[in-house]
């Protein structure tokens, strides 16, 4: 997992608020304007330049006295400040730097400084090769405080808020930090007093920069204890017959919340010793055979010999790098995605955006073992999605509407078909699956199909994969609204989060068929229900979030989340904290969608065991 420090420039790393103070004094001069109040100089230091050269003349910002300011400004910052960086640097900073680097913590700078200025301001001070990232004021759209910053630092860096934490000294440098979710250091060497800076509820308050790294040092997570438990093979990946095990997800799940890594262990040996369902998880089984290149496809979906699928794919990946295994073997396995109600996938694609090598191989092993197609070769474009309206093509929102409202103008017929389908035995269907109840349904459906299911929409083929995930993001989350708490629609919120990361893994030109076997395997999924949402709800529910945004930097959201985190970590229902953390991050990464918050706060419970469990495990 990758660790971020962000750090502002100005008052924390370079103590130039004097030299700013001269050079904003040499700037009014070069206008013909009288020098401005030291502290009221002072005061707008954080402030992009614009902002503080408009606040300070009392004029509007567009004002052409505002952009002569900044052009003075620049000249006299090349010839007060940069002559003077490296004397500047506030004690610590270079020592503290390089150790933050020895530990492994990826460094960043978040300024309000133009991005050339910065650059020319560390590359002066010596501090720059520090630094894998710097994002200044003319790189975003929205200067601190609002999140832009450090949120384009994250996705740089492809880190998460909760394991990233800002310095600075100023309330600006403060609320971007709350507002992107990462933790926040205030120092008191810089511009804003220690009061002014408290109110802002920053993690930590350091008076000296080598206070600030070693706070940073002692917050890293344990992640020796983390990677054990990712890496541990002492356990099946199912028991009681097809039930998953799923501690792996919850490990992940807990350190992606930042939850500490002793409580994270605490609930894996839970889990270990009493599933939610009631019983432990089981041993290790030795591989039975030998699987190579020739016959790996012979036991896919047979539910067979997991551990010697773990050895092949453990073997073929030292021999041509995960990149290349991924993009050789998964084509084949995509289509059994939502096999093992998604777990398989679950486990692959969490251990793709953690980083994990072994949890990964252990993920592709049970996609094989688990196989149960969606049928995406039977998918032809539909003549209905390629239509535009007045609202312009259809996306996935309108394309799931439009089947909703099929279903509510066919439902008797379309629910008596499903229950007759899945009533009947299939000897294509692995008969431990029958136990299931659920996995024998979409099993069915999957290998029944419906013409609905292989209709495929024109937007999975015209659009960015990337904005396909966005929006099928935002229209799971609404069909789990539409019935909170039900144990398939949550599958699909986690699943999908996995499916993204197997297709950022793969290249380019694969993309699109992650989609495409994602949505027909929903629909499978929907479909086998024998109900569907009613696309009045649905609408209703659009209607309330659509457009809903959270403002990032109201410090209510942030005790939500905690409220929300703290509940998970209580629960011993795994799934909930999955949901938890699947939701934050989407809300980050929308940039504070409402729906993402709420829809986090609609846990599940344990389903009950069908009597079908009555009867020994087909294994």
């Known amino acids: 997992m990758t660790h971020v420090a962000m750090f502002d420039l ?41 902002q503080a050269f408009a606040k300070l003349l009392g004029v ?20 007060v400040i940069l002559p003077r960086a ?28 133009f991005h050339a200025s910065a650059d020319a301001l560390l590359t002066a001070a010596e501090l720059r090769d520090h630094f894998a990232v710097l994002i200044g004021a003319d790189d975003v759209t929205h200067p601190k405080p609002h999140p832009e910053s450090g949120l384009r630092i994250l996705e740089q860096l492809g880190a998460r808020p909760e394991h990233a934490v800002m310095v600075g000294d100023t309330t600006h440098d403060l609320k971007m930090a709350h507002a992107a979710g990462t933790g926040s250091i205030a120092v008191t060497y810089g511009v804003h007093g220690r009061a002014e800076l408290a109110a802002a509820r920053p ?22 204890v983390v990677d054990g438990l990712l890496d541990d093979r002492t356990y099946h990946i199912e028991f009681n017959g097809h039930l998953t095990n799923h501690v792996k997800h919850a490990v992940v799940a807990l350190a992606g919340l930042g939850v500490a890594p002793e409580r994270i262990k605490d609930y894996h040996d839970n889990y270990i010793r009493m599933t939610p369902y009631g019983c432990a998880v089981e041993p290790a089984r030795p591989p039975r055979r030998t699987i190579d290149d ?98 312009g093509p259809e996306g996935p929102k309108n394309s799931l509407l439009r089947i909703a409202g099929y279903w509510e103008a066919n439902q008797p017929q379309l629910g008596a078909w499903v229950e007759n389908l899945v009533g009947e035995a299939s000897a294509d269907i692995h008969p431990e699956l029958a136990r299931s109840g659920l996995q024998y349904r979409i099993a069915r459906m999957l290998g029944e199909g419906h013409p609905l299911i292989h209709d495929t929409p024109g ?45 950022d893994a793969l290249p380019a030109g694969q993309r699109t068929d992650v989609v495409k076997a994602y949505w ?26 659509d457009t809903a945004t959270d403002d990032l930097s109201d410090p209510r959201w942030a005790r939500e989340w905690d409220w929300h985190i703290a509940r998970a970590v209580e629960e011993e229902e795994e799934h909930n904290p999955k949901l938890v953390h699947v939701m934050r991050e ?9 729906i993402y918050r709420v829809a986090a706060g609609q846990f599940t419970a344990t389903p009950e065991l069908p009597p079908t469990f009555e009867q020994p495990p087909t294994d």
């Open 10 to 50: 100005d008052g924390t790393l370079v103590d130039s608020p004097r030299a700013i103070v001269e050079t904003f004094a040499a700037a009014f001069e070069a206008l013909g304007e009288s020098p401005r109040n030291e502290a009221d100089v002072r005061a707008t230091i954080g402030l992009p330049l614009e």
């Open 60 to 79: 509007p910002q567009d004002d052409s006295r505002v952009a002569d300011g900044v052009a003075h400004y620049q000249e006299a910052f090349r010839t």
């Open 86 to 113: 490296r004397s500047l640097v506030f004690p610590g900073v270079a020592e503290g730097l390089a150790a933050l680097r020895r530990r492994g913590v990826t460094l960043a700078v978040a300024t309000s400084k």
């Open 203 to 224: 993690s930590h308050v350091a008076e000296t920069f080598p206070e600030v790294v070693a706070y940073i040092l002692g917050a890293l997570p344990d992640t020796a």
């Open 294 to 391: 020739d016959n790996w496809l012979e036991l896919v979906g047979k539910r067979q010999d997991w551990a010697a699928y773990c050895e092949f794919f453990d073997r073929r990946e030292r021999e041509l790098g995960m990149p290349e295994l991924l993009r050789r073997y998964l084509p084949h396995l995509l289509p059994g995605w939502a096999g093992a109600l998604q777990h398989a996938t679950i486990h692959l694609g969490w251990a793709l955006a953690a980083g994990h090598r072994w949890m990964t191989i252990e993920g592709i092993s049970y996609l094989a073992y688990s196989y149960v197609s969606c049928h995406p070769e039977r998918s032809m474009p539909s003549d209905a999605s390629n239509a535009s309206d007045a609202h």
């Open 459 to 503: 937007w999975i083929e015209s659009q960015d994969p990337a904005a396909s995930w966005d929006q099928l993001a935002y229209l799971v989350t609404l069909l789990y609204l539409a019935e909170p708490g039900d144990f398939l629609l949550l599958h699909l919120i986690t699943a999908l989060h996995a499916m993204r990361a197997v297709s």
């Open 520 to 545: 027909t395997g929903i629909l499978g999924v929907l479909f086998s229900r024998g109900h569907f949402p009613r696309p009045a709800k649905l609408t209703a529910l659009d209607d309330l979030f």
């Open 586 to 594: 989407l809300w980050h990464h929308t940039g504070g969608r409402s």
